[in-house]
């Protein structure tokens, strides 16, 4: 019964978090807000609602170990199972500028998430300072490629134009009943999701971190999966790994910053002592990965996938 909670869940959450990216992008389109804007603002937090209303109902029933394993594990599997399994099916190429700006925000996050772990908690006031750094990033972000035709922002355009809105209606009430939709989906999915979460690893005799770290976090990074995968099957490979970059960022500077802010959250020990590591490692392999050629080949993907079965292998098995 605990697994097709667990699943409906998760189900729910990917849905929701559909539902409600497709709805606000078909209220923004009517609202004529420019396809740069949507794929900087709206499809980021959108893909990142399922992890967001997962760690949030989390820390609200005192699971630190899925609030923050969730974070730490999404970014840990954007990085080397989905991007992995993208450059397997076509090699990712990794706009420049891009690649600058977006993998030193993502890395600098990372090293946050770091300096919080020592700390061993994330209060209020370093809540409010990641989401003030998701704020200034995103406007730079916006400034700089405003009006532009750089590569970088054609790739944001692109980003904000792959979602489209349901196809046969533009009726602002069922935009917005859409909208609701997901909301209520994903919240209802965050709920089971960690309720039988809880229960299971009670029930299993393992720490609720394991299954953040696993479970949850793979599950909750579906939406970044597919939306990888589709892009690198339509050879799409700068959305497919910009999509990733933008999750990372906004998985730490967003969800731990607006969890945080709800309710301060304490980081579990076996995070800091080797987690936090493994998606620092990640996201500083990547960056070497990317920074040759600016591109992730199909052998560099299969070592991706290779360590994170490693890393996975060590989490269930040790």
Same mark, same amino acid.
């Given at each position: ?92 190429? +990794? @706009?420049?500028? !891009? ?7 993502? *890395?600098?996050?990372? &090293?946050?998430? /770091? =300096? $919080? #772990? ?39 355009? +692109? @980003?904000?134009? !792959? ?7 533009? *009726?602002?009430?069922? &935009?917005?009943? /859409? =909208? $609701? #939709? ?137």
């Amino acid at each position: 019964m605990l697994m097709v909670e667990l699943a409906a869940g998760l189900v729910l959450l990917v849905l929701g978090g559909d539902f409600l990216v497709r709805g606000s992008v078909g209220l923004a389109e009517r609202l004529n807000v420019s396809p740069l804007l949507i794929g900087i603002v709206l499809v980021g937090f959108g893909t990142s609602s399922p992890e967001l209303m997962t760690s949030l109902l989390a820390a609200l029933q005192d699971a630190p170990g899925i609030a923050v394993g969730n974070v730490v594990g999404s970014n840990t599997a954007n990085i080397l199972l989905i991007l992995g399994i993208a450059a397997i099916l076509c090699p990712l190429s +990794a @706009e420049p500028k !891009a690649l600058m700006r977006d993998g030193f925000v993502m *890395s600098a996050a990372a &090293l946050a998430a /770091l =300096a $919080l #772990s020592i700390h061993g908690s994330i209060p209020r006031p370093a809540g409010l300072a990641l989401v003030a750094a998701l704020a200034a990033y995103l406007v730079f972000t916006y400034r700089a490629e405003n009006g532009k035709n750089t590569p970088s922002a054609e790739m944001h355009r +692109a @980003e904000g134009q !792959a979602v489209t809105a349901l196809p046969w209606t533009k *009726s602002v009430p069922v &935009l917005c009943l /859409l =909208a $609701l #939709s997901g909301l209520a989906m994903t919240l209802l999915g965050a709920k089971w999701l960690v309720g039988s979460s809880v229960a299971l690893a009670s029930s299993m005799g393992i720490s609720e971190t394991v299954i953040g770290l696993t479970i949850v976090a793979v599950g909750t990074s579906l939406p970044e999966l597919v939306t990888s995968v589709v892009a690198a099957l339509r050879k799409q490979t700068d959305i497919a790994f910009g999509n990733i970059l933008g999750s990372n960022i906004y998985n730490i500077l967003g969800i731990l910053g607006v969890t945080s802010l709800v309710k301060p959250i304490a980081i579990p020990p076996e995070i800091l002592s080797f987690d936090i590591w493994v998606m620092l490692g990640a996201t500083a392999l990547l960056m070497v990965f990317a920074k040759t050629g600016h591109r992730i080949c199909r052998l560099e993907g299969w070592a991706l996938l290779g360590l994170y079965g490693l890393y996975i292998g060590k989490l269930v098995f040790a």
